[in-house]
């Protein structure tokens, strides 16, 4: 068996092991929609995650263009393709001293790293967001990750859901990804969306997207991530129909189907409006199922 060592995170046939970080912890995505291009009303897992941006080390002015061209800058984040994994995260040591993150602070000052009561609990998260702030966290920290606050009081441990929110301090944790649980994807029009501007949120996602083929003329090409909002993507398609197939992080086309959607009547004239999402109209019943060639 071959072991491939990038940085700090090992690779054994593709899966990833541990990855060694600092957590800290955020209220929520923001609006419209955080870094994957989801509202926060559409992620269907109460407890979420974001990953770096850019791997920039000591580098904290510099706000690289996304997405971002050149790869060996980039971040967990990886432009958007890790939105939609699941992550477990075990919970490491705890900060005695003042931990910040500040540029020109070290990491836990004055203190010293801890075992406690709390080592060794864990949650699953879902990667919906991004992180490219300037501190030390989101620069020097490469697998860093930026937790849900609420999903804080509900860590298990032997059993036992425990509240770690209390004694924090921007802990020491151990993560891996996960094969997510099962879910029902669901298209949206995105805030804005129309006829001639065809951007979609795709929800519902387990194990990321890899590749979204639109059926142009009866034949399937990619579409266009928006940015590297990793589960939005703008169709080329201008007819006001549309069909497409989403592929997982292994390349499986998700519940091996495709979906023929067009606008709904909340989107009148094809045109949506100021809201976060709309619900797609679906045509042919409500999904398309793939023939086999």
Same mark, same amino acid.
């Given at each position: 068996?071959?072991?491939?060592?990038?940085?700090?995170?090992?690779? $054994?046939?593709?899966? @990833?092991?541990?990855?060694?970080?600092?957590?800290?912890?955020?209220?929520? $995505?923001?609006?419209?929609? =955080?870094?994957? !291009?989801?509202?926060?009303?559409?992620?269907?897992?109460?407890?979420?995650?974001?990953?770096?941006?850019? +791997?920039?080390?000591?580098?904290?002015?510099?706000?690289?263009?996304?997405?971002?061209?050149?790869?060996?800058?980039?971040?967990?984040?990886?432009? #958007?393709?890790?939105?939609?994994?699941?992550?477990?995260?075990?919970? =490491?040591?705890?900060?005695? !001293?003042?931990?910040?993150?500040?540029? *020109?602070? %070290?990491?836990?000052? #004055? !203190?010293? /790293?801890?075992?406690?009561?709390?080592? *060794? &609990?864990?949650?699953?998260?879902?990667?919906?967001?991004?992180?490219?702030? #300037?501190?030390? /966290?989101?620069?020097?920290?490469?697998?860093?990750?930026?937790?849900?606050?609420?999903?804080?009081?509900?860590?298990?441990?032997?059993?036992?859901? $425990? +509240?770690?929110?209390?004694?924090?301090?921007?802990?020491?944790?151990? /993560?891996?990804?996960?094969? #997510?649980?099962?879910? +029902?994807?669901?298209?949206?029009?995105?805030?804005? &969306?129309?006829?001639?501007?065809?951007?979609?949120?795709? @929800?519902?996602?387990?194990?990321?997207?890899?590749?979204?083929?639109?059926?142009?003329?009866?034949?399937?090409?990619?579409?266009?991530?928006?940015?590297?909002?990793?589960?939005?993507?703008?169709?080329?398609?201008?007819? *006001?129909?549309? %069909?497409?197939?989403?592929? +997982?992080?292994?390349?499986?086309?998700?519940?091996?189907?495709?979906?023929?959607?067009?606008?709904?009547?909340?989107?009148?004239?094809?045109?949506?409006?100021?809201?976060? &999402?709309?619900?797609?109209?679906?045509?042919? !019943?409500?999904?398309?199922?793939?023939?086999?060639?």
């Amino acid at each position: 068996m071959k072991l491939v060592q990038i940085g700090t995170v090992s690779m $054994i046939m593709g899966i @990833a092991m541990s990855n060694d970080s600092m957590a800290t912890h955020f209220d929520g $995505i923001g609006a419209p929609f =955080g870094g994957c !291009g989801v509202p926060e009303s559409l992620i269907n897992y109460p407890h979420y995650l974001a990953l770096n941006v850019q +791997d920039t080390p000591n580098d904290y002015s510099t706000y690289l263009q996304r997405p971002i061209a050149d790869k060996s800058r980039l971040g967990l984040f990886n432009n #958007g393709f890790n939105c939609g994994r699941f992550i477990r995260v075990t919970l =490491g040591k705890y900060c005695t !001293g003042v931990n910040s993150g500040m540029p *020109g602070k %070290e990491f836990c000052e #004055g !203190g010293q /790293w801890v075992g406690d009561e709390f080592t *060794g &609990a864990q949650q699953e998260y879902i990667v919906t967001d991004s992180c490219q702030d #300037g501190n030390r /966290w989101c620069r020097d920290d490469k697998f860093h990750t930026d937790l849900k606050t609420e999903s804080l009081n509900n860590f298990k441990l032997n059993g036992r859901t $425990i +509240d770690v929110s209390n004694k924090w301090n921007n802990r020491q944790v151990s /993560w891996e990804f996960i094969e #997510g649980p099962q879910m +029902d994807l669901q298209l949206y029009w995105s805030q804005n &969306a129309q006829q001639y501007w065809p951007a979609i949120i795709i @929800a519902g996602v387990n194990n990321a997207i890899s590749e979204v083929l639109e059926n142009v003329n009866g034949h399937w090409q990619p579409a266009k991530m928006n940015s590297d909002m990793g589960q939005q993507y703008i169709l080329s398609g201008t007819t *006001g129909t549309y %069909e497409i197939q989403v592929k +997982d992080i292994n390349g499986n086309v998700y519940h091996n189907r495709s979906f023929k959607f067009t606008f709904p009547g909340d989107c009148p004239n094809n045109h949506c409006g100021s809201n976060p &999402a709309y619900l797609v109209r679906y045509l042919n !019943g409500e999904e398309k199922f793939l023939q086999t060639e």
